[in-house]
């Protein structure tokens, strides 16, 4: 068994829930019947399974890294190379199901939100891929350390609207894309790019990352032994779905599960319990209950809240969630770079930073860390950074 | 059948005033103003006795999704001012509105306080009922209860999208009102009244005995008094808001009211 289905009320325990406006209601209901039909469909799996192979590239294959694991002093690390699926990171896993989901229930345009682009990118790919209208939201900040990929949206035919409010990053795109929908809703589905957000979409987008861990236990058990798993399995944490794609698949071993999030907008770490954005969650905010702006040198973790599923796993200790710097961040880019000839997205980098932190506990162990993506789109920003 | 009679629980001061108003012919006239801004008080007084049946006061929230521009904007600002939950509710206590004030803010305000103090502290503060946009049916009930307990009257929004099965349900569990949302979108000035305003009213209408008034897209005196044909009264935000952003004095914003109280007495 993997990870457990939310509640009914789509509660992972304490966490979860639909804490919309009324009018999104009945559209939520909607998304939660047409995706649980969907998903038992063999017909609508097949169509998915055969556009992530022969468009998506997967399987995504497993890299062991010995140079990484020499410099780190014995720490046997292996990586899931997300960063090689087409678009660049795990997101496209998650918007082909939404895509082809949103065409099933008659929709006809997307909307999204962006932190550092590669939802939104991913969106914007599936969209152009379905002959679908697409609007993505994304926050000032963002769209000028992410430039590349804004650019990138355009030529893939989408729309980028700029978050003009508050920290003008992703929590802000996040408001703007759920204002759009409330006006849209009956032509519009709201392609949410993480585990969070409203019910169903923490466990739908859990369910359409789940091929993440799938794939990872049969190549960690190829390479390692039947039976054998890692010994930890890391990924970062921002709304958690590359973190719980890769979790679903060992949830059931005994694997340790850790998640990194960065210092800056460590909601587990540093938050307390509170709802925003539909859901109830861990969340960074001021005593009266004002969301809090997270500060994080990677935009696609620059958020205060987290998935609540990742609240629950860390609120019953089935995982736990560690913190990482932003120098530290910037130290495992370059590590990564250097030793194997990776260039990582700077959000994995964070799980990486982790274990070159943590290299003494973990020598002689297995450490399986999820790549969710490459480093292109933060070559810019890190040669501002370096130089 | 009344599916809003609910044994045991007495209506509340909003939904006591909003009843007798409307049964004695008065077309209702709520208008909605951010708490915390400069002077807002006045503002609150002067709409008061210009003619507004109750009045709407919003505790900023940082992040505002049911909002559009104007009360994003003077949510920001408030905040900037340094408002808080429990800085609007100290101004409010022992000032004397005249009217029903109904608190309008988002659910993590409440959350974060716990249900109990949130609820005892709009009761101290004179606050009769509240509104929370994020708040649905399906999760409203651990809030509802602590309301009730301490007879905060908490009203529910009911939307276009609602299919019609869903409206009775919202309507008894609704107090004071049931607050109609008039269009598709969020809170914002529009040109048009969205015909989703008058069929939303009709639906509503149809099922509850309960002040129906409509909110969000309702701009002008016209289009208000248009909307009366049919529903209970209106509830105004973007229109006053956007007056008071741009410096409006208290006086200006009585004028405001007065006309919609004109065109609205008018029919």
């Known amino acids: 068994m993997s990870l457990a289905e939310p509640s009914p009320e789509g509660r992972f325990g304490d966490f979860g829930g639909r804490f919309v406006p009324e009018t999104l209601v009945p559209a939520c209901q909607e998304l939660e019947r047409a995706f649980r039909e969907a998903w038992g469909d063999p017909g609508f799996r097949t169509e998915l399974d055969d556009l992530l192979r022969d468009y998506g590239g997967r399987p995504s294959v497993l890299t062991e890294c010995h140079r990484l694991g020499a410099e780190l002093g014995g720490v046997r690390v292996l990586l899931k190379r997300e960063d090689l699926n087409h678009t660049g990171s795990h997101k496209i896993n998650n918007v082909l199901g939404q895509a082809l989901l949103a065409r099933r229930m008659g929709k006809r345009r997307l909307v999204a939100e962006t932190g550092a682009g590669q939802h939104g990118v991913a969106t914007a790919t599936a969209a152009a891929l379905l002959g679908m209208e697409c609007v993505v939201y994304m926050g000032e900040v963002d769209m000028a350390r992410q430039e590349l990929n804004v650019f990138r949206m355009r030529l893939l035919g989408a729309e980028v609207r700029p978050a003009s409010s508050g920290s003008r990053t992703l929590k802000d795109a996040v408001n703007e894309a759920m204002r759009d929908w409330v006006a849209t809703v009956e032509s519009t589905h709201y392609c949410l790019g993480s585990v969070m957000g409203p019910h169903p979409y923490p466990w739908l987008v859990r369910e359409l990352q789940t091929v993440i861990g799938r794939e990872a236990r049969a190549q960690c058990e190829a390479l390692l032994g039947e039976g054998t798993v890692p010994d930890v399995v890391t990924a970062c944490v921002g709304g958690g779905s590359n973190a719980i794609g890769i979790f679903a698949g060992f949830a059931d071993s005994d694997a340790e599960l850790v998640g990194v999030e960065p210092a800056g907008g460590a909601a587990i770490g540093r938050g307390v319990p509170g709802v925003v954005h539909g859901m109830k969650s861990y969340l960074l905010q001021d005593e009266w209950g004002q969301v809090q702006e997270a500060q994080s040198i990677s935009a696609g973790l620059d958020y205060p809240g987290v998935g609540p599923e990742h609240s629950h796993l860390a609120a019953v200790g089935r995982a736990r969630y560690e913190q990482v710097t932003d120098v530290e961040v910037i130290d495992a880019f370059q590590l990564l770079s250097r030793t194997e000839g990776i260039i990582p997205a700077l959000e994995p980098a964070h799980a990486l930073a982790w274990v070159s932190r943590d290299r003494a506990a973990l020598a002689g162990r297995t450490v399986l860390v999820n790549l969710s993506g490459r480093g292109d789109k933060d070559v810019a920003q890190m040669m501002d950074i370096l130089a | ?267």
């Open chain 2, 1 to 267: 059948m009344t599916p809003d009679a609910v044994p045991g629980v007495a209506p509340g001061a909003l939904e006591t005033t909003l009843r007798v108003a409307r049964d004695a012919g008065r077309k209702l006239f709520v208008p909605y103003l951010t708490g915390g801004l400069p002077g807002w008080l006045d503002v609150l007084r002067a709409m008061a006795d210009a003619g507004a049946d109750a009045i709407e006061v919003g505790v900023p929230f940082s992040d505002p999704v049911m909002d559009g521009t104007v009360i994003q904007d003077s949510s920001q600002r408030a905040l900037h001012h340094g408002a808080t939950p429990g800085s609007v509710l100290e101004e409010l206590r022992g000032h004397d509105a005249g009217v029903p004030l109904a608190v309008m803010t988002y659910y993590n305000i409440a959350f974060r306080m716990g249900h109990e103090r949130f609820a005892r502290s709009l009761a101290d503060a004179g606050v009769a009922a509240a509104i929370l946009p994020d708040l649905p049916l399906e999760e409203v009930g651990p809030w509802a209860a602590a309301a009730d307990a301490a007879a905060v009257e908490t009203v529910l929004l009911a939307a276009p999208t609602a299919p019609d099965e869903r409206l009775p349900r919202i309507c008894a569990r609704s107090r004071g009102f049931v607050y109609a949302v008039g269009l598709l979108g969020v809170t914002g000035e529009r040109r048009e009244l969205a015909d989703s305003a008058l069929d939303i009213a009709g639906r509503l209408k149809a099922v509850t005995d309960l002040p129906v008034l409509v909110g969000v897209g309702v701009s002008t005196p016209e289009q208000a008094a248009r909307l009366c044909e049919v529903a209970d009264g209106v509830v105004v935000g973007s229109a006053v808001v956007h007056r008071i952003l741009d410096g409006g004095s208290p006086q200006e914003l009585a004028d405001l009211v007065g006309e919609f109280r004109t065109a609205l007495d008018r029919g």
